[in-house]
């Protein structure tokens, strides 16, 4: 029987000269046929320990296996799709000419590689500008063509590294939407990223990693948690409907009222409609990953995080229906 995980990692270290530590101690676990991503802020360790599984740099110490064996196995390299950060491709070349060209260098045979190349163009939605040379491409085209020509090989396994950093909103939705498609295919997708909202949209699973170790990792219903439900009401509450609220632990802010679980929910829109309070909505709450990266690597020192924002206080609002609470 196939093992559940593509990648099973242990301990692996690199540590450059002059004793800088660049990974210290990775274990990791990549379930099969899912969108996996690393998150991390830049320098944490993530092209590092990518690089290591494509073999581009050597570890100081490395064990388990990817796709069923040893890390560095050769054969097994045939089967992963890479695109690199801040790939750069030829400037003078079309973006077919960069795709066929990275179908030689993957040993596709010539016969199969046109066939393909013209199937990607499609898939990557850069059929129209296939004749056009890199040079006249904005980021996003750029890295589509880049994603076509990790695919070129048909991998099991595809390592993206950043692959929507500088790429405009639309290039990212049209990026999001092609990995999904892939993982319905069967296929791994790993994809290594500081955007913590875009991993949010499209992981199944992820790990963080920051200061070059792994800090946490599982699937994403796992680790960012449901935190209550909040009922917005209107108008003001009574002294007596107060206290209630007050023996009930709820906490009431702005309009607000805030409880921990959907047991006290159900008993909060009971006595609010005994009381004939008007409900205007209701929220669950839920942690983002953002909240759960930096709750991860709190304590970590300084520079652990410096991502795209700052945390805030309010949670992510997801709206749900008060009949279903029950």
């Avoid at 129209?128 to 063509?145: E, H, L, V």
């Avoid at 009381?275 to 991860?296: C, G, P, T």
Wanted: aromatic share 6%; charged share 25%; glycine share 10%.
């Amino acid at each position: 029987m196939s093992s559940p995980y593509v990648i099973d990692i242990s301990n692996v270290r690199k540590t450059y000269s002059g004793g800088v530590e660049a990974l210290r101690g990775v274990s990791l676990k990549v379930p099969r046929g899912e969108i996996f991503g690393l998150l991390g802020p830049n320098g944490a360790g993530k092209s590092t320990l990518i690089k290591i599984l494509m073999t581009i740099i050597r570890a100081s110490s490395c064990q388990g296996v990817m796709l069923g064996q040893p890390v560095g196995h050769k054969a097994t390299l045939a089967k992963v799709g890479y695109l690199p950060e801040h790939v750069r491709f030829p400037e003078y070349l079309t973006g077919r000419q960069v795709i066929h060209y990275s179908a030689g260098l993957a040993g596709v045979p010539t016969r199969y590689a046109k066939k393909k190349t013209e199937e990607l163009l499609e898939f990557v939605g850069m059929k129209t500008w296939a004749k056009k040379p890199m040079k006249t491409f904005s980021k996003g085209m750029k890295q589509r063509i880049g994603l076509a020509q990790a695919l070129v090989n048909d991998p099991d396994i595809v390592f993206l590294d950043e692959p929507t950093d500088g790429v405009d909103p639309k290039g990212r939705k049209e990026m999001r939407e092609a990995l999904r498609e892939l993982a319905s295919e069967g296929r791994t997708v790993f994809v290594n990223s500081h955007l913590l909202g875009e991993l949010e949209m499209i992981c199944d699973s992820a790990a963080v990693m920051t200061q070059g170790e792994i800090v946490l990792q599982g699937s994403l219903s796992e680790l960012i948690q449901s935190d209550g439900y909040t009922l917005s009401v209107e108008g003001d509450l009574s002294v007596d409907l107060q206290t209630k609220l007050e023996r009930m632990q709820v906490k009431h802010e702005n309009g607000e009222l805030t409880v921990e679980n959907k047991h006290l929910a159900q008993q909060l829109i009971d006595t609010l409609r005994a009381s004939e309070v008007n409900i205007l909505s209701m929220y669950k709450n839920k942690q983002s990953l953002e909240d759960m990266f930096l709750d991860a690597v709190e304590g970590m020192g300084p520079g652990a995080y410096q991502g795209e924002s700052k945390k805030e206080n309010k949670p992510n609002k997801e709206v749900v229906n008060k009949e279903v609470v029950s």
